[in-house]
C-alpha cells in the first residue's frame, strides 16, 4: 500500500488551496467555522456552491458527462481534505451527494435531464424523507402509504427527523405501496415537490436550540407517478444504493481539525493536566487508526478492489471519535464552553463573544454531535453490518 502522495496530488492540492485562497470569503468560511453539523444556513451554502459551479467544482464524486470533475479518489479526499482545513460550507449535501447518484443509477433520461443540471446549479434544495415515528433504524417499518389513483399517488402519513425540511423544494421519499409480504418489497421511492398541498412542515428544536430537523405530514399528497424513481414496491433497492453514498467515503480531516482546535485548548486551559493529556494522547492513536484505513480504503479503489465494509467501519470509528473529541475538548474548557451565544456564531454579527470565539461551538457540536452515531445508521446496525461481512 502506498502512502506517499504523487507529485500530481500534491500539486492539486495546492491547486484546491489557491482557489479557497481567492475565492472563500470571510462570510463564508464563518459560515462553516462556526457550524454545528454538516447543515449550514443555504443563505451561505448556497452562496458557495455557485461559487464551486462556475468552477465546476461542485460534484467530484459524479462522472464526467452528468458534470463531475473526472478526478481520482485520491483527488478526491484531498479535496474533500482541503474543504475541512478551510471550514468551507458544504453544498446542498442530500442532492449533490445522495440523491444524485440514485438518479443518475435508476432514473429516465427525462429524470437525470430534468433533475441533475437543477442539483449543480442549486435550484432545487434536497430533504430526505425515511425515517418516521416508528421506523428509524428498521426502516423497512415505514408505514406512510401512497395509494394508487389513475395516474397518481395518493400519500397520507408522516417523516420525522427530516433536516433542513424547513429550507427545501424538494424531498426524496420512500412510501408504502404494498401492504403484504415481505416489508422491504412494498417499498417505493418518490421525487417530490415540498409545496404540494396537503404537505406541513412542523420544526422540531434539537437539544443545542438550533432548527435542523422537522416533521414532515402529509394529507392526500398527490404525488404523479412520473415522479417514482424506479420500478413500484422496488425502492428499497433504491434506498439501500443510496445509504452506500450516506455511509462511505469522506475524510478525517475535519476530526483532525476537531483534535487540533481541542489540542489548543488543554495547552490554554490545562497544560500540566496528565490526565487530559494521556486522554488527547489517546484520541491522536484512534484519529492515525482512521487515516490509516482511509488510506488502504483509497489504495484499494486505486487498484480496481471494494471496500466491502470498511465503509461502515470508517462510518462508525469516525463518529464515535468525533463525539468523544468533542466531550474532551467541551470538558478542557471548563466555564467557557457553558456559554450559549448562537446570535455570536452569525457571519457579519456585531454580537461579542464571551471568552474566545473559538469556544462558541464546544457546547452545541457536542449536544448535536451525539446524533453521530445515529444518523446514517446507527453504530449498533454498523456493527451488525461489519459482523456480516466478516462472517462473525
Not at 91 to 99: E, I, L, R
Not at 189 to 203: A, W
Not at 266 to 284: G, K, M, S, V
Request: proline share 5%; aromatic share 8%; glycine share 10%.
Amino acid at each position: 500500500m502506498d502512502m506517499e502522495l504523487a507529485q500530481e496530488d500534491l500539486e492539486f492540492g495546492q491547486e484546491v488551496r489557491t482557489f479557497f485562497e481567492e475565492n472563500l470569503t470571510d462570510e463564508l468560511r464563518d459560515a462553516g467555522r462556526f457550524a454545528t453539523s454538516i447543515w449550514i444556513d443555504p443563505t451561505y451554502s448556497l452562496k458557495w456552491q455557485a461559487i464551486l459551479h462556475k468552477k465546476g467544482w461542485v460534484a467530484p464524486g459524479w462522472p464526467v458527462e452528468y458534470g463531475g470533475t473526472g478526478w481520482t479518489d485520491m483527488q478526491r479526499y484531498i479535496y474533500t481534505s482541503e474543504c475541512s482545513r478551510a471550514s468551507t460550507p458544504l453544498a446542498a449535501p442530500m442532492g449533490v451527494g445522495m440523491v444524485a447518484y440514485c438518479i443518475m443509477g435508476y432514473g429516465t433520461q427525462e429524470q437525470k435531464d430534468h433533475y441533475l443540471p437543477r442539483i449543480l446549479s442549486g435550484e432545487d434544495y434536497w430533504c430526505q424523507g425515511y425515517s418516521e415515528p416508528g421506523a428509524g433504524s428498521d426502516l423497512a417499518s415505514l408505514k406512510l402509504q401512497a395509494v394508487s389513483d389513475g395516474d397518481d399517488y395518493v400519500l397520507n402519513g408522516t417523516k420525522i427527523w427530516t433536516s433542513q425540511a424547513h429550507c427545501a423544494n424538494k424531498i426524496f421519499i420512500l412510501v408504502r405501496t404494498r401492504n403484504e409480504g415481505k416489508p422491504q418489497a412494498g417499498i417505493t421511492f418518490l421525487l417530490m415537490d415540498m409545496d404540494l398541498p396537503g404537505i406541513e412542515v412542523s420544526p422540531i428544536i434539537n437539544i443545542a436550540g438550533e432548527h435542523e430537523l422537522n416533521q414532515v405530514f402529509f394529507t392526500d399528497v398527490r404525488v404523479p407517478k412520473t415522479n417514482r424513481l424506479g420500478d413500484e414496491n422496488d425502492g428499497w433497492t433504491v434506498a439501500k444504493y443510496l445509504l452506500e453514498f450516506e455511509r462511505g467515503g469522506g475524510s478525517s480531516a475535519g476530526i483532525e481539525m476537531s483534535l487540533a482546535k481541542a489540542k489548543a485548548i488543554l495547552l490554554d486551559a490545562d497544560p500540566d493536566n496528565e490526565t487530559q493529556r494521556l486522554r488527547h494522547a489517546d484520541l491522536e492513536r484512534r484519529l492515525e487508526a482512521i487515516k490509516m484505513t482511509e488510506k488502504l480504503i483509497l489504495s484499494t479503489l486505486a487498484t480496481g478492489g471494494s471496500p466491502g465494509g470498511k465503509a461502515s467501519m470508517l462510518k462508525t470509528i469516525r463518529s464515535e471519535l468525533g463525539q468523544d473529541i468533542s466531550q474532551f475538548a467541551s470538558e478542557t474548557a471548563g466555564i467557557y464552553a457553558q456559554v450559549f451565544q448562537p446570535e455570536a456564531r452569525q457571519p457579519n454579527t456585531n454580537v461579542a463573544p464571551i471568552g474566545p470565539a473559538e469556544y462558541l461551538t464546544l457546547t452545541p457540536g457536542y449536544l448535536t454531535g451525539r446524533a453521530s452515531t445515529i444518523a446514517g445508521g446507527s453504530a449498533e446496525v454498523q456493527r451488525n453490518i461489519i459482523a456480516k461481512i466478516m462472517g462473525l
